[in-house]
């Protein structure tokens, strides 16, 4: 589902989930997706919306996780992907739980 191209990249919730690098953004994804199956996390689309402007596309969603213990988190998600060779795949994607601003602590006082 990645891309061919060395631009892939990955940004999630966590500081350590940043990666531009192609081959480091393909093993975290799959060790996501192999997370999530062994622990039975459920990922919910909301409203997926998607465009396109010729071979560029992108998807933005607010999806429901589901976790074992069955608490639930809204995350924000967007998927930008390329047609090549006639099929869609994955150039970037970003994926984060939203914080209220002021429970950031470098806004607060501001």
Do not use: C
Not at 20 to 45: C, E, K, N, W
Not at 51 to 60: A, E, L, P
Not at 66 to 79: G, I
């Amino acid at each position: 589902m990645m891309s061919a191209s060395p631009a892939v990249s990955m940004i999630g919730t966590d500081p350590t989930e940043w990666s531009t690098d192609r081959a480091l953004t393909v093993r975290m994804a799959d060790q996501q997706s192999q997370a999530s199956r062994a622990t039975g996390l459920q990922y919910t689309p909301t409203d997926p919306r998607a465009w396109s402007d010729g071979d560029m596309g992108w998807v933005i969603d607010q999806p429901r996780l589901r976790l074992p213990n069955d608490a639930e988190v809204q995350m924000r998600a967007t998927t930008i992907v390329h047609r090549e060779n006639g099929a869609w795949k994955v150039v970037h994607q970003h994926a984060s739980i939203g914080v209220p601003n002021d429970q950031v602590e470098a806004f607060r006082g501001q």
